[in-house]
């Protein structure tokens, strides 16, 4: 996938501007597609060359004016085209599975300390979703796009709980290893 891809998808649940964009995929799209804010404006600017997107100026009072950006029909084929295409399985790429794997070699000590950091990273990202999933009163009720959105967020719920539930596991048994040892 492509910054192109996710971008085409926030744009699609809204348009907006590159800051109003950048702000909403740093609640959103960006907890499982990251970009910085000069990524997102540097492919903003090749996307609407392009023509998958218009964009429209608004002057502000006081500000600089400001570009809102809305998907084109070239655009929303080109997002139909992507979401079409077979998705190959992910790949999982992990430091901390390769910290995990590697601590015999080095300072095992300091690499729990990095892994309970980890951990209550994962749980205050779990308590957030677990908080964003609240605003769905009804989730069998859902259809469309607001089950699609309350879709990923399982999803993430799901992640964070393996997250959490393999960084404790890894913990755990070393401090029944040093129990024992």
Known sequence: MALEHALLV??????GSGLELARRFDRSIGFFWHATHQQIYRVLGRMEGDGWLAVEVVGQSGKPDKK?????????????DWLAAPTPMEELRSEVAVRMRGASFGDREAVLEVLRGNAADH????????????EYDDPSALTGHELDQYLVLRGGIGLEQFWIAWLEDYLAAHERSTDHG
């Open 10 to 15: 926030a744009l699609s649940e809204k348009p």
């Open 68 to 80: 809102v950006y809305r998907v084109t029909a070239a655009g929303a084929r080109a997002l139909s």
């Open 123 to 134: 749980q205050l990202r779990l308590a957030h979703y677990r908080q964003l999933e609240k």
